[in-house]
């Protein structure tokens, strides 16, 4: 992977506190320590993203209490269809957050406002091109997958809900995220947390009291995302918003869509990443385990979401100041900011690594206290699946550093890289190991991935120390 030089962007205004129009309207200045900037912006979007995984966490508990390992099944079943959803809004939110940023570095408020706009245009577009997927070919997809029976049954009965409401869907994800680079951090959390709570709520109403099982799983979620969608757009029409939208001025900008397409790219194919790994070990599960297998899987996704939703909240809590930075021409503040997240998700995730193999009984019976066959193959897929854990947070950051400044070519090819290696894995070691290579296929691929990355972040991390600002 070659490095590409650092291009910072030539029309940037100088920061001082001569510059009183610009600074009135950043929430970033030049005499604010590094740290205080970055935990600004990253609890918010830690506590936020914290919340919404311990949503999707609970969805899998409430599962795998009311409906049994066959729920836990066919909802996994579903996960790859999701993660399309999911990364569609999360490009957006990415590639027009970031952009946002930028341009607020610069001082450029019609330019913010422009990618404002298009995004919301984007997310009508790919919410149409969503329901079209679902309903075509959702079955097709869970069938490749080898859902059959009770399992299946349970997937499309997720499906048949939530197929319309996926732009809601793809809105919850975009919507909180320009919002919180709209300088509101705090409201962005907020209106996830809002969002996360309304879905508990309705989880157990409608799986606990109503036993509607996934129906009520996907009803649930759907609500909850229109809610958080129609207050985001309360907010963008408010006078708190500081790029507004107004009915004036509403014009797709095709030039203006695709470079928010081009910059949020990674995101959507991690997103592909993770659909395509999970749909995979799906496949490799049911061939050589059984549907308990797809459940202790999904048991062990859901472990590990808790994590996955830090890490990606640092990662998301790091863009904003990275991106200001680089809109800045502050590149020391831009390594100092990478460092620091760095450090938090790696020592973080060796961390829940060792607790969960000194206390895996306490997390397993979380979703299932009856099934001790579920409980062993859950144990066993604990050990060897998430061995490599910290790497996926290291894959993150250096995903949205790349995003962050404006090199989306490179984020893109980290995320690529990701599929191209797993594949290789994924295919030889269950011929070699049995289920055991199933379990082993994705931290091994995380392992060589790491050792291409991470002179590649390093080199250009350097590159940029070494610009003239």
């Known amino acids: 992977m070659q490095n590409q030089s650092i291009d910072f962007p030539q029309s940037v205004p100088p920061l001082s506190y001569e510059n009183k129009h610009l600074s009135s309207t950043r929430s970033i200045t030049t005499d604010e320590s590094i ?17 919404n995984g311990l949503y999707q966490v609970i969805d899998g508990i409430f599962v795998g209490h009311y409906v049994g390992f066959e ?14 959803i999911i990364g569609l809004g999360l490009m957006i939110g990415m590639g027009g957050g970031s952009l946002i940023s930028i341009y607020r570095g610069q001082g450029a408020a019609h330019k913010a406002n422009a990618i404002l706009i298009n995004s919301l245009y984007l997310i009508v577009l790919f919410a149409g091109l969503s329901t079209l997927l679902i309903n075509n070919f959702g079955g097709v997809l869970l069938n490749l997958q080898g859902a059959a029976g009770n399992t299946l ?49 309705l989880d157990y109403l409608l799986i606990g009291v109503y036993s509607l099982g996934l129906q009520g799983a996907a ?14 757009m309360i907010y963008f029409f408010s006078s708190k ?37 999970i749909a995979l070990h799906n496949k490799l599960l049911m061939v050589y385990g059984s549907p308990v297998s797809v459940a202790a899987f999904a048991i062990i996704g859901y472990i590990a979401t808790l994590y996955y939703v830090t890490a990606e909240g640092i990662a998301n809590g790091m863009q904003p100041p990275v991106s200001f930075y680089f ?13 620091l997240a760095l450090k938090i998700v790696v020592y973080s995730g060796i961390a829940i690594v060792v607790i969960l193999n000194i206390f895996p009984d306490f997390f397993i019976g979380l979703f299932s206290q009856a099934d001790i066959e579920l409980a062993i193959e859950t144990q066993q ?22 995003m962050s400044v404006n090199q989306g070519a490179k984020a893109l090819s980290i995320s690529i890289g990701n599929i191209v290696l797993q594949l290789p894995f994924l295919y030889l070691l269950p011929q070699w190991l049995g289920i055991d290579g199933v379990w082993l296929s994705l931290p091994l691929s995380n392992v ?17 120390s070494k610009s003239t600002l």
Not at 35 to 51: D, E, L, N
Not at 71 to 84: D, R, S
Not at 252 to 267: D, E, Q
Not at 381 to 402: E, N, P, S
């Open 153 to 201: 049954s349970h997937s499309m009965n997720y499906l048949s809900i939530f197929s319309w409401g996926a732009g809601f869907a793809i809105s919850a994800a975009v919507i909180p995220m320009l919002i919180r680079n709209d300088n509101s951090p705090n409201f962005a959390t907020g209106l996830m947390v809002f969002g996360a709570l309304v879905n508990i709520v």
């Open 241 to 277: 918003a500081q790029t507004k939208l107004t009915l004036k001025g509403l014009n797709f900008k095709s030039s203006v869509a695709i470079k928010i397409i081009k910059l949020g790219a990674s995101s959507l194919f991690m997103f592909l990443y993770f659909g395509l790994v």
């Open 448 to 464: 060589l991935l790491t050792l291409i990355v991470v002179p590649m972040l390093w080199r250009d991390m350097q590159k940029i």
């Open 381 to 402: 897929g604990l050990r060897l699946h998430l061995f490599a854990l910290c790497l996926d947070g290291f894959l993150f950051i250096a995903t949205v550093y790349f």
């Open 35 to 51: 740290s205080k900037v970055f935990w600004r912006y990253a609890i918010p979007s830690v506590a936020a993203m914290v919340v």
């Open 219 to 232: 009803i649930a979620t759907v609500i909850a995302q229109c809610l958080v969608f129609s207050i985001g």
């Open 71 to 84: 729920g836990l099944a066919g909802i996994n079943m579903t996960m790859p269809i999701m993660g399309v």
């Open 327 to 339: 809109g800045a021409k502050q590149a020391e503040k831009i390594q100092a900011t990478v460092i």
